[in-house]
């Protein structure tokens, strides 16, 4: 089936730096990739989609300069949290979906924690 | 319009009986309903999904009942275990390929032994 692996699994930053995290589909060509926030004990919000070799579309209220999407390829997208703040800290997850495949697979989560 | 709500927000269910979730939408442009399963720490993953022309779907102890003309379908697990206790997520997707999924606020399964 779909895989899709995403990196790391938790990572705690100091204020102010950034952290990079990585979403890869294993055996599958994602053209499309979603990234979601997850605060605790909530749902999962859209925060961006990213199309492969495009510019990622963010949803309303999310900052595209401070969280900076790459889909450079066909397997890989990348979130940069730029300038980390403590109100960043939360679980961020991925999906990666491709053409005539109705599935929606998930990353396993990346949660970040920012001192 | 986008919004799929869904009920109840917990549940706590004794071992091998039925658990029941349920979810409502109003745009009948969605066409595609998924319902995922997730641990704390984990992301959600597939549990099963339906399409909006059949009526039900039964996969092992899980099945969903889908009724269109009332825009509600729901997420039956029967035998209820112990190691089914998690969040469940249903969720619904445009008509469109590239369209992400408008996700319910999530049940908080508990199954008791």
């Known amino acids: 089936g779909a895989v899709v692996s995403q990196h790391p699994s938790w990572v705690i930053c100091k204020s102010g730096t950034s952290v990079k995290i990585e979403c890869r589909s294993l055996d599958f060509q994602a053209t499309t990739m979603f990234w979601y926030r997850q605060f605790p004990k909530q749902s999962l919000m859209l925060m961006a989609t990213s199309n492969e070799g495009s510019k990622a579309t963010y949803e309303q209220g999310v900052e595209k300069d401070k969280f900076l999407i790459n889909h450079a390829s066909l397997t890989l997208s990348t979130l940069t949290v730029t300038s980390a703040h403590p109100e960043d800290s939360s679980f961020y997850i991925c999906?990666?979906?491709?053409?005539?495949?109705?599935?929606?697979?998930f990353g396993s989560g990346t949660r970040l924690t920012v001192v | 319009q986008q919004q799929v709500k869904q009920s109840p927000q917990s549940l706590i269910v004794q071992k091998g009986g039925i658990s029941i979730i349920n979810c409502a939408y109003e745009?009948?442009?969605?066409?595609?309903f998924p319902w995922y399963q997730q641990f704390p720490g984990k992301g959600p993953a597939l549990l099963i999904a339906i399409r909006p022309d059949v009526s039900e779907k039964k996969e092992g102890r899980f099945t969903i009942s889908f009724n269109k003309s009332a825009k509600q379908f729901s997420l039956h697990i029967m035998d209820s275990q112990p190691g089914d206790s998690a969040t469940y997520f249903c969720a619904a997707r445009l008509n469109s390929g590239y369209s992400t999924l408008t996700f319910g606020k999530g049940t908080m399964l508990l199954v008791s032994p």
């Open positions: 999906s990666a979906n491709s053409p005539g495949n109705y599935g929606y697979t």
């Open positions: 745009n009948t442009a969605f066409d595609y």
